[in-house]
């Protein structure tokens, strides 16, 4: 399908990143300039949660995309949108992931703890680069005591310039392994990150 043809039939564009515009720090050869063809709107919907929406902009931006963070819809932002269908506002939320996820959850007015020790009354779960043995051991242990858990996304791999890499799926199994649990999930292909 042409640009044209695809710009009189549609409103907007939903692209996804990794792997469809980009891979890792690299784009995908004609990706920016078909988006810009379009001459459409465009919202850049990635279920990668260790970044916030700022920084992915900056970062689709350095590969050579026209974005905004408010262009930006992560699976981090729906899940946090998401956990006001299970908690009251201000409710203590544990977040076994990146800075920036804790950073979303705190500006959504919730109190981000991060022990198990803390009674959070629900856990927020995606990808960090940073995260240890520690951490999901904090997860499991709020996991057990039956609150809700909401993932970002369960994309077992991440698409890099590497190749594939352990991706947040691989680190919710380890949850759901330990605790015998299934979680919430907000990103793609489920419905939560384009409702958000």
Known sequence: MTADRLSARHDAVLADLDGTLIRGTEPVPGASAALEESGLPVVYVTNNASRAPSGTAEHLRDLGFAAAASDVMTSAQAA???????????ARVLVVGHDSFRDLATEAGYEVVRSADDDPQAVLQGLSRELTWADLAEGCLALRTGVPWIASNVDTTLPTERGLLPGNGSLVAALRAASDREPVVAGKPAAGVLLA
Do not use: I
């Open 80 to 90: 946090v949108v998401m956990l006001a269908d299970h908690v009251a506002d201000g």
